[in-house]
């Protein structure tokens, strides 16, 4: 599948001859997603300093039904804009040459945030029973790739998809994706990891498969396997289980996660690393024979999340270790990209070689106090057993997030969201303190 615009045109060829059959146009649905973020990024002990730009965003998002018939087809469309709004070239946050663009907008030539930019994506999409079949723009949101919606506009991939749902209980995935667009970019990238993604020299590929299945042992119960390959980075295996119990007046959910991940083809090789098919990590032992190449995958990751909910409140623990050379392999084309942890936060990852992290969070709900519709949530992450050729290294997160959506009137549905979060430690990630601000809206239009 080296180019998706020939199976893309003939599944909108169909959809032409058919698409005034009933359920196409009955069942279609288009929001437009108004959001407006302004980000401010305090760089303590690094050049960047302080990074601060504010936008508008626009999101289309329309969803048809499928035509009638045993083989069902539609079309989905997603439109991106994004708008600057304040910015200025010692805040863009795009000083590194390496990097792809600013905290939020694409850069132009004089090094600026750029006015404007977005995109179009197209998905065509048949179904056959309870089997469903999409090729174009995706989203997937999976433990081995998951997309990021963390600013103004969100990243999408370009690849295809299967899912079916033929057995009870039973939900098999699977699916390669060639290209990713970034949260701040109107055009698409190759596929890359950590170590890779430098934007002028960095190596990038066109493949990515996955699969998987989540299957529910009972109504508390989902348990999952699946497997991702990005060729010539990296295989990753994915085991997790989730459960609901009822304790008390209240809920316990337990969340178990394990990754084991390995090199691939080039990443294996010494002549692979050297091209630049490299990871990061820590790989000071290899002279005492560990026979793991300096940039080659290998992490294995577990955790363990629980979350007791009672009333309002909600309490959570939590416990994550790396072990292995390098650090958690994911798509990471260097533009922001979202990792399937429980210690993926607002800024931090706590994902490098050898880390382990406690996190604790407790969030509560205002309706029980006859607020409805606010909500806040603190969370603490504190990492350390950091590999480095200086000793093991340190970091901890402080996040705090309040929310709040009208619950009726004209504006119902309007949000209003404050993000706050401070980041602090002797590892390689700078120290920064960040405010996030976003004003969102849906307005339905079918």
């Known amino acids: 599948m080296k180019s998706l615009s020939l199976p893309l045109a003939i599944a909108l060829g169909i959809l032409a001859q058919q698409a005034g059959a009933a359920g196409f146009v009955d069942d279609s649905k288009a929001t437009l997603g108004l959001r ?17 730009e504010w936008g508008q965003g626009f999101l289309f998002n329309y969803t ?12 989905d469309a997603l439109g991106l804009a994004g708008i600057k709004l304040d910015s200025g070239k010692g805040r863009h946050g795009n000083a590194d040459s390496s990097k792809y663009a600013g905290t939020v907008f694409p850069t132009d030539e004089d090094g600026r945030a750029a006015d404007e930019f977005g995109s179009l994506g197209l998905t065509g999409k048949v179904r056959i029973s309870k089997s469903e079949g999409r090729i174009g723009t995706l989203q997937p949101k999976l433990p081995v790739v998951t ?10 991939f370009e690849g295809g998809q299967i899912t079916s749902n033929e057995f009870d209980n039973l939900t098999l995935i699977g699916g390669q994706l060639e290209h990713a ?4 970019s109107s055009s698409n990238e190759g596929l890359s990891i950590g170590g890779a993604n430098n934007a002028k020299t960095g190596q990038f590929v066109n493949q990515f498969y996955y699969a998987g299945a989540d299957y529910k042992l009972s109504k508390d119960l989902l348990a999952q396997y699946y497997y991702g390959n990005l060729d010539d980075f990296y295989t990753q295996h994915f085991l997790g289980l989730t459960h609901n119990l009822a304790l008390g ?46 940039g080659e995958v290998d992490n294995n990751t577990w955790s363990a999340l629980f979350t007791y909910t ?11 270790q790396l072990s292995g050379d390098s650090n958690f392999p994911f798509l990471n084309q260097g533009d922001g990209a979202t990792a399937y942890l429980i210690t993926d936060r607002q800024i931090g990852k706590f994902a490098n070689a050898g880390e382990r992290t406690w996190l604790a969070e407790y969030g509560y709900d205002f309706a029980k106090l006859g607020v409805p ?15 480095s050729a200086s000793g093991d290294k340190q970091e901890w997160e402080r996040d705090f997030r309040l929310d709040y959506a009208l619950q009726d009137g004209a504006l119902k549905g309007l949000g209003f969201s404050w993000r706050n979060a401070s980041l602090r430690g002797n590892s390689s990630t700078a120290d920064q303190d960040e405010n996030r601000l976003i004003v969102s809206y849906s307005l339905p239009l079918l």
């Open 181 to 184: 667009k970034g949260r701040s």
């Open 64 to 75: 048809s039904g499928f035509t009638e018939g045993t083989v069902g087809v539609g079309v």
């Open 373 to 387: 519709g606010l909500k806040a949530t603190a969370t603490y992450l504190s990492g350390s057993n950091i590999e």
């Open 249 to 294: 007046a209240g809920v316990l959910k337990s969340d178990l996660r394990y990754f084991n991940s390995g090199s691939d083809g080039k990443n294996g090789t010494a002549a692979g690393v050297a091209e630049g098919f490299a990871s990061t990590g820590y790989y000071g032992l290899n002279a005492q024979g560990k026979g793991i190449t300096k």
């Open 36 to 52: 407006n973020f302004y980000i401010n990024q305090d760089t303590r002990n690094a050049d960047a300093n302080t990074q601060e």
């Open 147 to 156: 997309f990021n919606d963390g600013r103004l506009l969100p990243q999408t």
């Open 310 to 320: 009672l009333g309002g409140h909600a309490l959570s623990a939590g416990y994550q």
